[in-house]
């Protein structure tokens, strides 16, 4: 997914300089079905099939009190994602946007999210519904659901009112 040989009609890219302003840690890979871009979905769904969270064993212990959580939110490198486009042609409409007025995975720091459908948490796996990435993507970080900061957990005396789905 990188180079310059596979632009669409109207796609422009950049030259950059390699990247060097950062560096992620990954503490796991995500498991999916899914090997190349064209199977992948282009929004994952809760629905969808079940998906496993690999950690990295040293972030077990990361993993304490997020059973009680049931969507949580994933963030993960698209490592085999392009960095170069500015101007983009997604191929179900035709139509050029700039790269920050698209979801797609092309982008200059590929970083994708996820809100996805906790199932369980065995042995250090997480197992979820609802990702759009391939198979071995890096995980770079998980966390609560941004909309349900509250754990499914009975609310202890002080905590904020609790409004179950």
Known sequence: ?????????????????????????????????WQSRDD???QGRLDGPECRLELDPVWYEALRGLE?????????WLDKS????????PKSDGRTLGTFALRSPV???????????LERID???LFVRG???LDGTPLIDIKPDRCA???????????AEVQED
């Open 1 to 33: 997914m990188t180079g310059g040989d596979d632009l669409r009609a109207n796609e422009k890219a950049i030259d950059l300089a390699p990247a060097s302003d950062a560096a992620l840690r990954f503490i796991g890979w995500v498991r999916t079905p």
């Open 68 to 76: 009680d959580y049931r969507t949580i939110e994933l963030l993960y």
């Open 123 to 125: 042995a250090g796996n």
């Open 131 to 133: 990702l759009d990435c």
């Open 149 to 159: 900061f509250t754990p499914k957990a009975p609310s202890k005396p002080g905590d």
């Open 40 to 42: 992948c979905p282009r």
């Open 107 to 117: 982008r200059p720091n590929p970083i994708g999210t996820s809100i996805v459908k």
């Open 82 to 89: 392009r960095r170069d486009l500015v101007l983009q042609s």
